[in-house]
Structures are given as structure tokens and as C-alpha cells.
């Protein structure tokens, strides 16, 4: 096993949590079933990591061996990087009857023919998608196994989700998937994360859009405390107003885990109390992004509550009905994101 192969190696076992090495290593396959046993899995990860090494190095795997490794690890936790979508346009007669053997024979042979150097791993998983790796290289340097491309993408399905893509391998990936898909465009989502599986749900709705009919009524008062019972009345058809639009927005039951949503201002900036501002001729230009563990679950937490008005405004809830998280707002269109694509993936 040679340097850069070790090295590799050397990265992905670290990068694979302890509590599910093992497991990843048998699912891997290759290390014999004696091997395996003699891994002592208590160990600190610095020596476990040198114990594989060593067995791995014995066995004389190769850098091939090793990326099947990495693939597992990425597959099974892919939350280790930054997830950007991808939509397909403009299908061709045959895109929906593309299959996955024609799809990784056509797409690795057109991105052979556009890169010289390049190493190309396919799998399809369990669950349907297709998990592609490329290593990049170029007309004079080998592929760079330590910087890899990862794409995801479902057939039959017009989004792509890809990470660690820089601006000069997009138009090449970008071809290829074209070529061996049978769309003719392809652009920006606006919508990144690295929940995989959350901007995935989004984007293909795949998440309960439930509109209750009846909503729980408030906490019973105290005898203490008895209110006006309009008042009561009153609060509670606020309320249920509230949960309403609140679902009617953003669905009821789990929602996909978005953590963050940035809005790009360009536009004159309005208040009649601040003249200074109000009456630049230049445009007014600021970033506001949002974050929460949760994104999508807090705004509807705030809305439900009361703390931001219902109906929901329209820049919030174009994150669930656009499957976005990312909007350029302009005066032309500041009641809702424009088209202009997010930066370079």
C-alpha cells in the first residue's frame, strides 16, 4: 500500500465515529473474519486507527480498496459536509425511462472524455439513490483522492445534490449529468445543508403536509382567575387562527431539519423616520440569514405563538413552498425571492 493510499486511509477511519467502525469494516469486507476478531475495538482511536493500518497494509489493499471504504462511511454519515441542490431542466423523450446501468455507463464515459485524469466510483443504495465519487485531476496531474466529488441523485428525479465541487469541476460534472440524464439544463436550487436527507425532504416534499381540521384548546383557567368569557372566546379563535396558518404554511408532524436561511438584500431602503437612509440613490445591501437547530419547526413554533404574524410572511414561507433556502431580493420582486442563483457550489 503506498503513501497516499495509507494516508487515506488514515483520514477516513478517523473520520468514522468508534461506536460504528466495526460494523463499517464488515459491511467494507475486507479484512478476513480472523482480522476483524483481533481488532480490539476498546482501544483509543489513535491505536485502533494504526491496527487497521497495519492489517490493511498486510492484506496489500489498494487506493481502490480504500475509496470503497470512504464511500461506505459517506453513505451511511453523510453529514460531514455541506450539501448543495441542483435541478435538472428541460427533460428529453427519454429521461424518465433512464436506468441505472445506462446512466453509469453514459456518464462515466462522457466525463472520461471531458476529464483525462478522473476516477469514477457509482453505487446505487437501498434506497434508490445513486451515489456518485469522482477524483478530480487534470491533462498532467493524477486524481486527488483526498479532494473528492460527491453527487447524489435519484432517477426520474430533476435534483442533484453534490459537495466539495469547485467552480472549474461544475460545467464538467454538470455535462456529464446533462448528457447521461437526458435533460438539457441544469442550475442552482438555492438550497444548501448538511443534513443531507433534510434538503433532499424538502425539495421532493417528502415530509407530511398534514392541515388539521381542530386544534387543542387553550389551558382551563383558574377559578382564581376568571377571565371574560368573550375574551376567552376571542383568544381562542386567535389562537386557532394562528395554529392554522401556522400548518397551513409549514405542514404538521416532523419537519426536515433546514438549520439555516439567507436573504440578500438589494433594494432602496423605506422608513420615513430615518431620511438619511430613505433617500440614497444607491441601493441598500445587507445579508440577514437565520439559523436554528430546526429552522423550519422554530418559524412555526413563532407563528403558532404569536410571535410573528400570521399569515405567514411570504419571504418565510417560501422556504417550504420553494424548497429554498437561499433568496436574492430585489425592488422589483421584494415581496419574494428572485431567480438569481446562489453562489458557486
Not at 83 to 96: S, T
Amino acid at each position: 500500500m503506498d503513501d497516499k493510499s495509507k494516508q487515506l486511509l488514515q483520514r477516513v477511519i478517523r473520520r468514522i465515529p468508534i461506536q460504528t467502525l466495526k460494523a463499517t469494516l464488515e459491511k467494507w469486507g475486507r479484512l478476513t473474519a480472523a482480522q476483524q476478531q483481533s481488532i480490539d475495538f476498546t482501544q483509543s482511536k489513535r491505536a485502533l486507527t494504526d491496527t487497521v493500518i497495519d492489517i490493511c497494509e498486510e492484506n496489500q489493499l489498494s487506493m481502490k480498496h480504500i475509496t470503497e471504504l470512504e464511500m461506505i462511511n459517506v453513505i451511511d454519515s453523510p453529514n460531514q459536509s455541506m450539501w448543495h441542490a441542483l435541478q435538472l431542466i428541460d427533460p428529453g423523450d427519454d429521461a424518465q425511462t433512464v436506468e441505472f446501468i445506462q446512466f453509469k455507463k453514459q456518464f462515466k464515459s462522457h466525463l472520461v472524455e471531458l476529464v483525462r485524469h478522473v476516477s469514477i466510483k457509482i453505487k446505487k443504495h437501498t434506497d434508490e439513490a445513486i451515489w456518485i465519487r469522482i477524483a478530480w485531476g487534470d491533462s498532467y496531474t493524477r486524481p486527488n483522492h483526498m479532494k473528492p466529488t460527491y453527487a447524489v441523485h435519484h432517477l426520474q428525479t430533476p435534483y442533484v445534490f453534490v459537495t466539495t465541487l469547485t467552480s472549474k469541476q461544475k460545467p464538467l460534472l454538470s455535462q456529464a449529468l446533462l448528457l447521461s440524464t437526458q435533460y438539457q439544463t441544469i442550475k442552482e436550487a438555492n438550497l444548501s445543508g448538511r443534513k443531507l436527507t433534510a434538503i433532499r425532504d424538502l425539495l421532493m416534499k417528502q415530509y407530511q403536509q398534514m392541515f388539521p381540521n381542530s386544534f387543542p384548546s387553550l389551558l382551563t383557567e383558574t377559578k382564581e382567575n376568571v377571565p371574560d368569557p368573550h375574551k376567552v372566546h376571542e383568544q381562542a379563535g386567535t389562537a386557532s387562527t394562528r395554529g392554522r396558518l401556522a400548518c397551513e404554511t409549514f405542514g404538521r408532524g416532523a419537519l426536515p431539519q433546514i438549520e439555516t436561511t439567507v436573504y440578500k438584500l438589494d433594494t432602496k431602503y423605506k422608513d420615513p423616520t430615518n431620511q438619511t437612509m430613505s433617500e440614497r440613490s444607491r441601493p441598500f445591501k445587507c445579508v440577514v440569514k437565520f439559523e436554528s437547530k430546526n429552522l423550519l419547526e422554530s418559524l412555526r413554533h413563532c407563528a403558532t405563538s404569536g410571535i410573528v404574524s400570521t399569515p405567514v410572511a411570504q419571504l418565510l414561507s417560501s422556504i417550504p413552498k420553494k424548497g429554498r433556502n437561499f433568496f436574492y431580493v430585489t425592488d422589483t420582486d421584494a415581496a419574494s425571492s428572485s431567480q438569481r442563483p446562489a453562489s458557486q457550489v
